[in-house]
């Protein structure tokens, strides 16, 4: 039955001229199936130069729609409807614009975890892994960041000399981890480097060794000359963590750190997803084309 699935999927593909991008979490059948898996980052770098005419996008809602933001041209396929960002639903639009108005000195930058129309009211996007250097980089000494109050205070150490006004919205997969399930895990694998997402809470990144995004940790582990890693960030990851690092040993920081969201899609949603043509993700004109200045503003401010 497997195996059928594969098929159909590998022949729809072909005829409609599709590729398959993945976010590092998704389940080990979808990472194996994509064409390209990868941080928040890659994943929109590569949507921004991929030709296909559709992109199937196994993640969650934001990065469909900033993949569409992208390619207007192209089809962009979420094959599960109902897998959002908890995250990004904490930006309430309207209070975002009294902000604005409220604190005009302060440009907003948002992190990708965001609505096309957030995108739309800021200067320029980030992600985890670029969040500090794209700070650095605007010509402002005050923002507005938006929505993940933990990656905002890592901004903030980061680039201490810039004012940065603070949303109150987290990621519940990261900041459910407290800091004595850091130091439970360390006393468990004392030999073991510490390396977690920056949607961790701030006395959660004190502890860790290394700090990184999904695909920074895949980097940072494989020149590690260390051989044990405590990661702390969605258990997804360690699939390709282990994959890339056969001789390494890799343990959840905590089994928990599950984001339901980047579980759902399956074998037989992408599959419906190339037969039926769902569910494409489409921005208006209007809206796309503001959004677009912050994406490609995160794109080629810093490299
Ligand atoms: P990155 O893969 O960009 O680090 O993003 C983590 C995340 O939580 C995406 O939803
Ligand atoms: Fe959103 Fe967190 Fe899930 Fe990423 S892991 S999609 S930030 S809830």
Not at 100 to 118: D, F, G, L, Q, R
Not at 293 to 298: E, H
């Amino acid at each position: 039955m497997v195996n059928e699935t594969l098929e159909e999927i590998k022949k729809l593909k072909k005829k409609r001229n599709a590729i398959i991008l993945a976010h590092n979490y998704q389940k080990e059948e979808i990472q194996e199936i994509a064409d390209f898996v990868g941080d928040s980052l890659e994943l929109s770098r590569t949507a921004a130069q991929v030709k296909c005419d559709v992109i199937v996008f196994c993640g969650v809602h934001f990065m469909a729609e900033t993949a569409a933001i992208l390619n207007p041209d192209k089809t962009v396929l979420l094959p599960e409807i109902d897998a959002g960002c908890p995250m990004a639903d904490t930006v309430d639009v309207t209070e975002l614009k009294k902000w604005i108005k409220k604190y005009p000195h302060a440009p907003v930058i948002s992190y990708v975890n965001t609505t096309a129309e957030v995108k739309a009211l800021s200067y320029a996007c980030c992600t985890s892994a670029n969040a500090p250097q794209i700070v650095k980089a605007v010509p402002f000494n005050s923002i507005i960041f938006v929505p993940d109050k933990n990656l905002a205070d890592w901004v903030k150490k980061n680039v201490p000399d810039k004012e940065i006004i603070v949303w109150n919205g987290f990621c519940p997969t990261h900041h459910m981890i407290k800091k004595e399930d850091v130091l439970r895990a360390k006393e468990s694998h004392p030999d073991a480097l510490v390396v977690v997402h920056p949607e961790c809470r701030p006395e959660v990144i004190e502890l860790a060794d290394h700090v990184a995004s999904t695909s920074g940790m895949v980097r940072f582990t494989k020149a590690s000359s260390h051989r044990e890693f405590i990661i702390g960030t969605e258990t997804g990851l360690l699939y390709k963590l282990k994959k890339e690092n056969p001789d390494k040993i890799f343990y959840p920081l905590k089994k928990t750190m599950i984001c339901p969201n980047m579980k759902i899609t399956t074998l037989e949603s992408v599959l419906s997803a190339l037969k039926e043509n769902k569910y494409v993700i489409k921005v208006s004109e209007e809206l796309r084309i503001k959004a677009k200045q912050a994406v490609d503003r995160m794109l080629t401010l810093v490299s």
